[in-house]
T-cell receptor, first 115, second 111 residues
């Protein structure tokens, strides 16, 4: 199993450009998450999904959109990139049992720089 | 919202030493997880531990939910233990795994 994979690993954007980050998991997990990590800080939740076709906002959703068209994929979009979105982006997934989510498994991250 | 505080913020050890990392949280939680972020940035789940004690090799963790804290013990530390250790909690109002992370403890193990 590949676990959680993210594409691309690195990207440089100019202010105002758009891009989509792809997250894929092969563990049949129900829940998926997008986090960002800024220097010297812990991770902050951007958006999450509790199932195919559903998405919800996390702590810092502004400037991002997401879609979960297939259970195994969770896409994060930046419509008009800003320098404040320079960060490392992590995707994660977790399984659910009796309505509770359990361990989260993380992808390797995408390092995004917006100039 | 819930506050998650980790201590100490930085820790330097000699190889072979033991250490205890602490995580305090300000409200009830559904679950608590410990992660290790290695120097290459990869996040590894160490423990899912909403309460009680678990052990995995040289690492163990204890969460006392009623007193709102968790401890991570590292025994006989090795240089490969270096990195940042994060505590993360899912607040009591949510069962969706919306983790709130602490600021982390940066550990350096010297040979």
């Amino acid at each position: 199993n590949a676990g959680v994979t993210q594409t691309p690993k690195f990207r440089v954007l100019k202010t105002g450009q758009s891009m989509t980050l792809l997250c894929a998991q092969d563990m049949n997990h129900e829940y998926m998450y997008w986090y960002r990590q800024d220097p010297g800080m812990g991770l902050r939740l951007i958006h999450y999904s509790v199932g195919e076709g559903t998405t919800a906002k996390g702590e810092v959703p502004d400037g991002y959109n997401v879609s979960r068209l297939k259970k195994q994929n969770f896409l994060l979009g930046l419509e008009s990139a800003a320098p404040s979105q320079t960060s490392v982006y992590f995707c994660a997934s977790s399984y659910v049992l009796a309505g509770f989510s359990y361990e989260q498994y993380f992808g390797p991250g995408t390092r995004l720089t917006v100039t | 919202g819930i506050q998650v505080e980790q201590s100490p913020p930085d820790l330097i050890l000699q190889e072979g030493a033991n250490s205890t990392l602490r995580c305090n949280f300000s409200d009830s939680v559904n679950n608590l997880q410990w992660f290790h972020q290695n120097p290459w940035g990869q996040l590894i789940n160490l423990f899912y531990i909403p309460s009680g004690t678990k052990q995995n090799g040289r690492l163990s963790a204890t969460t006392v939910a009623t007193e709102r804290y968790s401890l991570l013990y590292i025994s006989s530390s090795q240089t490969t233990d270096s990195g940042v250790y994060f505590c993360a909690v899912d607040p009591g109002s949510s069962n969706t795994g919306k983790l709130i992370f602490g600021q982390g403890t940066t550990l350096q193990v010297k040979p």
